[in-house]
């Protein structure tokens, strides 16, 4: 880059002040409001790579999804332009013989990785990146070189948006349907089976703002006469669907992706959203990534969301990966159920559960990282949704996952499901 292009990329996210004094006029740049800032995207996978065979994963979240064998079986498609960098990725154990190859892919292509770094113990990071377009998709692949034993890893890294606050909600599901029945799926995170119960599949939002470009596709095109629709649904205490307008989007044979929807839909902190599939002409199953945009009405608050239909412990202090789209809850101190972050600053925390706990009886929600179960909120005997706007600093390294603590009650919660989400600024 020249001198006169470094100037003039200044210039362009800068503005002209003038100010008056007493020796005359000053003229000076000054940063524009409004610049984009990053997102942390928080992820990893449930299940231990394979220690020969190169392996695929989708880049948002966690969830049953296992690793794939192929690249289109795991890709996701990204809803906005901008740039990805601080790519860093951690080992639930350390490995002492071999190493890993840990990469973002753009579009497929293996032959020079966007980022990559090599796991020769616990963790590896590369400071490098690159841009994406909206459209294109990413993928992790995994290259063993003879590692010693199996490991399960998590990444994260930071996203740019080219435009200011277009963050990126993004989630994938491995076998959607088989049925024209309708099924049901989480907005965040991955999940192997879509839902058969819209609740399974619930959403809550922690910020205010409006979503937009809705992007679905599948790892392969569509058979026959089949089409497939994807409708973003919300429950805004009316029951599902209770208002509208909603982003959909419709994927016709032998299409493998739909046009982005890419209508403004308004959303409010609280509010419970999913993605509902419906299907014709006898569908075959197969995986699908989808992502949408988010522009928080407080500037530089993106989302982390977690949804599990799984059992709340009545009796024991329990945990899972933070940013996920179904899993179980395991012991509090397992070494596997976490995610791992970036820098950004916690801006607090909903959580929503379908059964309440109980007259008498309540669970404390709390966002565990080290030293720390912060932010957190109460759930307390007939409410189902609690929250916070506690603070918490959150350090590029550290390990967080998803508490809950029955508090010494015995909540009568039913394995019928709790979604949390908290949000997050990047000082």
């Excluded at 003039?8 to 000054?30: C, D, K, N, R």
């Excluded at 999804?65 to 890709?75: D, K, Q, S, V």
């Excluded at 999940?191 to 609740?199: E, F, G, H, I």
């Excluded at 159920?337 to 820098?343: C, D, K, P, S, Y």
């Amino acid at each position: 880059m020249t001198r006169l292009q470094a100037l003039m990329t200044v210039l362009a996210a800068s503005v002209l002040v003038s100010a008056h004094t007493p020796q005359g006029t000053i003229m000076y740049v000054e940063a524009a409001s409004g610049a984009a800032t990053a997102q942390v995207i928080v992820a990893g996978s449930a299940t231990n790579l394979s220690q020969t065979v190169n392996q695929y994963h989708g880049v948002h979240g966690t969830g049953e999804l296992a690793w794939g064998t192929t690249i289109a079986e795991r890709e996701s498609v990204w809803p906005a332009s901008g740039t990805i960098s601080d790519f860093r990725v951690e080992l639930q154990a350390a490995i002492t013989a071999g190493f890993y190859k840990v990469s973002i892919l753009l579009d497929g292509i293996t032959t020079v990785p966007e980022v990559s770094c090599n796991i020769t113990s616990i963790d590896c990071s590369d400071p490098n990146s690159f841009t994406i377009t909206a459209g294109q998709e990413l993928v992790i692949e995994v290259d063993p070189n003879g590692p010693n034993a199996a490991r399960r890893p998590r990444w994260a890294f930071n996203f740019t948006p080219t435009t200011a606050d277009q963050y990126v909600i993004a989630g994938s599901v491995g076998n959607t349907q088989t049925t024209n029945n309708a099924r049901y799926l989480a907005l965040m995170g991955s999940k192997s089976v879509a839902d058969t119960t819209q609740d399974h599949a619930a959403s809550v939002f922690c910020e205010d703002g409006v979503i937009s470009n809705l992007n679905v596709e599948m790892e392969a095109a569509l058979g026959g006469t089949e089409t497939r629709t994807y409708t973003v649904q919300t429950d805004t205490g009316g029951g599902w669907g209770d208002t509208s307008p909603v982003l959909a989007c419709t994927i016709t044979q032998p299409a493998v992706a739909c046009a982005p929807d890419t209508d403004s839909v308004t959303v409010t902190a609280g509010d419970l959203f999913s993605i509902v599939q419906t299907s014709a002409d006898t569908p075959v199953a197969q995986h699908v990534s989808y992502s949408m945009t988010f522009d928080p009405t407080t500037a530089g608050r993106f989302m982390m969301i977690g949804t599990s239909d799984e059992a709340i412990s009545a009796s024991a202090i329990e945990k899972t990966q933070f940013v996920v789209g179904d899993t179980g809850f395991g012991p509090d101190a397992s070494t596997t159920l976490n995610n791992l972050a970036n820098a950004m600053t916690l801006q607090g925390l909903y959580v929503n559960v379908i059964t309440a706990p109980g007259a008498g009886n309540s669970i404390i929600f709390e966002v565990d990282l080290p030293s720390s179960f912060d932010p957190n909120c109460t759930i307390e005997g007939t409410a189902t949704a609690c929250n916070t706007s506690n603070t918490r600093s959150v350090t590029a390294g550290d390990e967080m996952s998803f508490r809950t603590d029955p508090n010494g009650t015995t909540p009568t919660v039913t394995p019928t499901g709790v979604t949390w989400c908290a949000s997050a600024t990047v000082p």
